[in-house]
């Protein structure tokens, strides 16, 4: 069992317009919406792979059914803790001209102290359970930045592993605890060292310091680039592979959840790798937050290139 944790839930809606001119009427030409949250991602992701998942989310009274719905619909295990108000609904507006995605999000329903209790016990009683526990995404006005740490402080105990996939305080903050997997983008490693990382050889140091510091595995997505992920033993590179890209939202989730199924099936780095990157490219050929037919991920598998970076010149 894997289990993915999202404490700011959403509705995904998604508009598409010609050209995106600030300040004056942009008519769509195209709209979906999609009940969604990055921990509600990777858990039909992971379904969708075939592996037994579960998704524990705060659940506004007012509309938390679609959530629990679309969890249902897609065989995923749906838990939670009730919250008043609305879920949020975070706006992805497509510039069709540039293939540009601007995204609008809201905070979210606000929580209090004992619904934080209440989470944070049904998250332990889960993780006991669960061979990895994924917290990914962000958090509701009222969670401190320190809340998942201390939910892997709680569950250190348990033979789970922990994927964290956060920023800014969040992460930092989650470090300290010593995740197992964490799935930062260049730009927020670049935040955590304070350094700039024009190479893929910067990249890669900066990943191993936080390994030193910890971490098992630490993968860095890298946009347009590709993707890296190190260990203590290797980093490995994979290329973008050149496909028709329709949204770049969720892409992270599948990757963590490629990664995730992966090392739970006991798959070598280099194949866990591929199986992340496999997800990630198949969940920008969907649209809106459509995340991935289990078809493309497995036609991409043999297209995805994994290479050391210690053979690649000049990185």
């Not at 509705?11 to 949250?37: F, K």
């Not at 897609?74 to 939670?80: K, N, P, R, T």
């Amino acid at each position: 069992m894997i289990t993915s944790v999202c404490l700011n839930p959403a509705i995904d809606r998604t508009v598409s317009v010609p050209a995106l001119e600030p300040g004056a009427l942009n008519r769509v030409t195209a709209s979906r919406s999609d009940a969604g949250g990055k921990g509600v991602n990777v858990a039909v992701t992971l379904a969708r792979l075939g592996e037994k998942a579960a998704c524990l989310a705060f659940l506004p009274r007012e509309n938390g059914r679609l959530v629990e719905e679309k969890l249902k619909s897609e065989g995923v295990e749906a838990a939670g803790v009730a919250l008043e108000g609305a879920i949020r609904t975070n706006l992805k507006v497509l510039d069709e001209s540039k293939g540009e995605i601007t995204e609008i999000n809201e905070s979210g329903a606000p929580v209090n102290a004992a619904q934080l209790r209440d989470m944070a016990a049904l998250i332990e009683r889960r993780a006991e359970k669960s061979e990895f526990l994924v917290l990914s995404g962000s958090l509701p006005p009222g969670c401190p930045a320190s809340f998942y740490r201390e939910i892997m402080e709680r569950v250190a105990r348990f033979s789970c592993r922990v994927a964290l996939d956060a920023d800014a305080a969040r992460l930092r903050e989650g470090l300290k605890a010593r995740p197992f997997l964490i799935k930062p983008n260049r730009h927020e490693l670049m935040e955590l060292t304070g350094q700039p990382l024009p190479t893929l050889a910067d990249t890669a140091n900066a990943a191993r310091a936080l390994i030193e510091g910890g971490v098992k595995l630490a993968a860095v997505s890298m946009g347009g680039e590709g993707a890296l992920i190190v260990s203590a033993e290797e980093a490995l590179f994979a290329p973008r592979v050149d496909v028709t890209a329709r949204s770049t939202v969720g892409a992270g989730d599948a990757m963590i959840a490629g990664l995730t199924a992966g090392l739970r099936r006991g798959l070598p780095l280099m194949e866990t790798f591929r199986l992340g990157v496999a997800c990630a490219t198949a969940s920008v050929m969907s649209e809106g937050t459509g995340l991935i037919d289990r078809a493309d991920v497995d036609a991409l598998l043999p297209r995805v290139q994994i290479i050391p970076v210690s053979e690649i010149p000049n990185s």
